[in-house]
Structure formats: structure tokens, C-alpha cells
Nanobody, 123 residues
Framework: QVQLVESGGGLVQAGGSLRLSCAASGRTFSIYGVGWFRQTPGKEREFVAAIRWRGGRTYSADSVKGRFTISRDYAKNTVYLQMNSLEPEDTAVYYC????????????????WGQGTQVTVSS
């Protein structure tokens, strides 16, 4: 089992920044990749960014490239999502998820999920 806890969400004005954290515990040695997704009411979860747990290879969605950066602190078992130049369209519940087998962009590929953290960007 892997447990994931997100933190760092909140209310920010357009153009501002937030840093989300995803703390992993449990069988972290079994994690291959960690991804961030976001979801708004009535829509499917949207891929944001992902990072390989060991090695640090990353990739992100086109909608956030140049604005969001994913990183990890292996010693702290924590993955971060630095979000800059936030836009009202970034408002969503943000989830982190762990993939035991790969580094995908589809929510169905991920095995464990956190509870989510709300990000609200005001115009």
C-alpha cells in the first residue's frame, strides 16, 4: 500500500503562484512514477504533470508547460508542483497519484490517489 497526502492548495489571484506538495508513505519503494491531475465538476480528471520516482524524468501537459514545474525530494518522499502565472482556468481540485508500473498520462493507469487539494484562482 502507498498513501499520498496533498497540501498547499488555496485561493490566489490570477498571475500568482502556489506550490503543492504530495507526501508519500508506505511502500514507496514500489513507486515508479507520481503524477498530478486536476478535476473540475462534471469533467474527467485531467493530466497535469508526472515525474519518475527514481531518476527524475518529467513530462507535463501542453496547457501548463512553461508555467508549472514538477519536482521531487527523494529523501522526504515528497513530490512538488510549483505553479506560476496561475489563470482562472487552473481552478480545480488537484490530485497526486502513484503509478507502480510506468509514467502515464491517463488516470486509469495510476494505482493510488490522494484526497485532493482545492486550488482557486480569482480573476
Amino acid at each position: 500500500q502507498v498513501q499520498l497526502v496533498e497540501s498547499g492548495g488555496g485561493l490566489v489571484q490570477a498571475g500568482g503562484s502556489l506550490r503543492l506538495s504530495c507526501a508519500a508513505s508506505g511502500r514507496t519503494f514500489s513507486i515508479y512514477g507520481v503524477g498530478w491531475f486536476r478535476q473540475t465538476p462534471g469533467k474527467e480528471r485531467e493530466f497535469v504533470a508526472a515525474i519518475r520516482w527514481r531518476g527524475g524524468r518529467t513530462y507535463s501537459a501542453d496547457s501548463v508547460k512553461g508555467r508549472f514545474t514538477i519536482s521531487r525530494d527523494y529523501a522526504k518522499n515528497t513530490v512538488y508542483l510549483q505553479m506560476n502565472s496561475l489563470e482562472p482556468e487552473d481552478t480545480a481540485v488537484y490530485y497526486c497519484a502513484a503509478d507502480l508500473d510506468g509514467l502515464g498520462s491517463r488516470a486509469a493507469e495510476y494505482d493510488y490517489w490522494g484526497q485532493g487539494t482545492q486550488v482557486t484562482v480569482s480573476s
